[in-house]
């Protein structure tokens, strides 16, 4: 496995230097209402078999995703483009291995992972990217292996606005098709369900309104 390492598209550079002001701010505030995540990543836990490797993309400053995987004995690996929030995971999670950059660039050998999870991070890839990155996890679980993630909602190529008085940039597929795209690259849907995660927040909330498309899904026993 190597750290991934590669020129970023000025849409990235955006992800990245967003994600790098706002780390701390975005750090205090992931930790609010995590429900959704914890959920997910219970599930995902829970059918990990002994001597997993785990991986979380976008794994932010550590919280709480990354600690949950740290604290269920797997052995844990860390991506995320900012580097400022890494730093802040390293120190929650020390003994991760963490691999920064653009995640599509990470090289992880083929069948060596038993969970992936990628919470509000796939948005951050330019659209056309989004089915090939699907593609690359479904390549690095093991048979039976499971992913959980999420997708905004929308057919939106391109969505930019501000976020914590950052610039920042996303894409979308609506739901019909981000579900076919999981399809299409191999998985086996498990749950698939829209979800509001800041809709019991304070209105000013950055998430208040908006719905994700959070999706458990599964890569399927190899036929013998």
Not at 94 to 112: V, Y
Not at 197 to 203: A, L, S
Request: a negative charge.
């Amino acid at each position: 496995m190597a750290n991934a390492n590669s020129d970023l598209s000025a849409d990235k550079k955006i992800v990245q230097d967003g994600y790098d002001k706002m780390a701390e701010k975005y750090d205090d505030w992931t930790r609010e209402e995590p429900r959704f995540r914890k959920h997910y990543t219970e599930i995902l836990i829970k059918n990990l078999p002994a001597n997993a490797t785990v991986l979380e993309i976008g794994c932010g400053a550590g919280a709480p995703v990354l600690e949950m995987f740290a604290n269920s004995g797997a052995k844990v690996l860390a991506n995320d483009i900012s580097t400022a929030m890494i730093e802040l995971a390293k120190k929650r999670c020390p003994d991760a291995t963490f691999m920064p950059g653009d995640m599509t660039a990470l090289d992880i050998a083929p069948s060596s992972l038993h969970a992936v999870a990628a919470f509000f991070s796939i948005i951050h890839l330019p659209r056309e990217e989004q089915p090939g990155m699907l593609s690359k996890i479904h390549g690095w679980l093991a048979d039976g292996g499971m992913t959980a993630f999420t997708l905004a909602c929308m057919d939106a190529s391109e969505i930019r606005s501000t976020f914590f008085g950052q610039d920042m940039f996303w894409s979308s597929f609506d739901v019909k098709s981000s579900k076919a795209m999981v399809q299409a690259a191999g998985f086996q849907i498990l749950e698939a369900e829209v979800l509001e995660d800041g809709k019991d927040r304070d209105p000013d909330d950055p998430d208040h309104g908006v719905q994700f498309l959070w999706i458990l899904a599964k890569k399927p026993e190899a036929v013998a």
